[in-house]
């Protein structure tokens, strides 16, 4: 009975309303998840489905990782078990696998943590945490292989250049760092930011996005802001706060720590002080599943719109869809009978997401499909690839 007393006494603590500073010219985006709608048609305007190709000698498994690109009109879908990579075309038509370039040879790839689009080669980077970024063409030919020595190592990458990357640095080595990487001359700068309630709650997700010439970071875990980066200046700057309300967590009563810390501990090499911060990080998460607070799970913006998939204990419990134009959102809750699956990007107002083929008609409503894609639908077998599923947001 105690235990339950000082859990329920620090979950009001959690999500009390204290008053949050923010910058002046910071975007707040209010997440009001207890207005929730039953209907997906007040905001999804139509459904398209792309089946990838499937035969044979492409299966496609465990997604762990996709991204879009519109201007080379490509998918890259990264399997985390199997630490390899397959791309398709923007109808589905299978391109390349990156099973042939896996093994000990040159131009070759052992491990790969992470894989990006590159736009400046029009290729596909592998990351290995030790600090190497093997470039391979869409189909995997081999272009270019590019090696960094690092203080600590990386997880996330994105190409800002020809020679320059940011990298994400896990949580349990640094306070809330990112890596700016120019690889010509060699010069690193980590670059901090805040906000980090928790490393240990959330959804794998891409953090780094590019719009333009502006580059964005969204932080994994549970982190209510949205930050701007500039290389040039090699700053963070918070842009856009998530406002959940009376759901917002306080972390200042929360058990455990949410991030880590540099310590005296050299490099990688473990230390009792890195061992006790990886305690107190875990303490936090599962404090946090175990009062089943909600929580952003997966966060998304463009310049019309935000998208948060929103989680309370181990759940999925709805879609938060924002209209930045018309200062409007929407909640949409996960329900039985169809729900959103959750997405990996926003391309002007269309929501990506990627569905295993035997799950499909429980995450589109055929309300919304043309005749076309309907028929698409009745053709793939439970056995196929997955399938790309978009949702056309009203606008």
């Known amino acids: 009975m105690k235990n339950w007393i000082f859990l329920l006494t620090l979950l009001c603590y959690a999500c009390s309303s204290k008053q949050v500073e923010l910058p002046d010219d910071i975007e707040t985006v209010p997440v009001n998840i207890h207005a929730t709608i039953n209907k997906a048609t007040d ?44 791309t398709f075309n923007g109808k589905g038509k299978f391109i390349g696998c990156s099973d042939k370039v896996k093994g000990e040879g040159p131009e070759e790839y052992q491990m790969a943590v992470d894989m990006n689009i590159n736009p400046y080669v029009n290729g596909i980077d592998l990351l290995n945490p030790y600090g190497i970024v093997y470039t391979y063409s869409p189909n995997f030919n081999f272009i270019t292989q590019r090696t960094i020595k690092p203080e600590f190592y990386f997880d996330k990458m994105l190409a800002l250049s020809p020679e320059e990357y940011v990298f994400t640095i896990p949580p349990i080595w640094v306070n809330q760092e990112v890596a700016l990487v120019d690889i010509k001359t060699g010069e690193t700068k980590n670059i901090s930011y805040t906000g980090t309630i928790s490393s240990t709650n959330g959804m794998y997700q891409n953090c780094f996005y590019q719009e333009g010439e502006e580059i964005f970071f969204i932080p994994e875990g549970i982190n209510y802001y949205f930050y701007r980066l500039d290389k040039e200046h090699k700053t963070l700057t918070p842009i856009i706060y998530l406002d959940f309300g009376q759901d917002t967590i306080d972390e200042d009563e929360l058990p455990g720590s949410g991030v880590g810390d540099r310590n005296k501990g050299k490099g990688t090499q473990p230390n009792k002080k890195r061992t006790r911060l990886i305690q107190d990080m875990q303490e936090r998460g599962r404090f946090l599943r175990e009062a089943k607070i909600p929580m952003p799970m997966i966060k998304l913006f463009n310049r019309n719109y935000v998208y948060i998939l929103v989680g309370e204990g181990n759940d999925l419990i709805g879609h938060y869809i924002y209209n930045r134009q018309q200062k409007k959102g929407y909640f949409l809750k996960v329900v039985e009978s169809f729900t959103l699956q959750p997405c990996f990007a926003i391309e002007d107002n269309v929501l990506l997401s990627i569905c295993d083929a035997y799950y499909l008609n429980q995450v589109v409503d055929t309300k919304l499909m043309s005749p076309t894609e309907i028929e698409k639908m009745s053709k793939i077998k439970e056995e196929d690839n997955p399938v790309i599923i978009k949702y056309y947001l009203r606008k």
């Open 43 to 86: 905001f999804i305007e139509k459904i398209e489905i792309i089946p990838l190709e499937t035969n044979d000698s492409i299966v496609v498994g465990a997604p762990k990782k996709t991204v879009f690109n519109k201007e080379m009109d490509i998918y890259a879908i990264y399997s985390r078990k199997r630490q390899t990579v397959y």
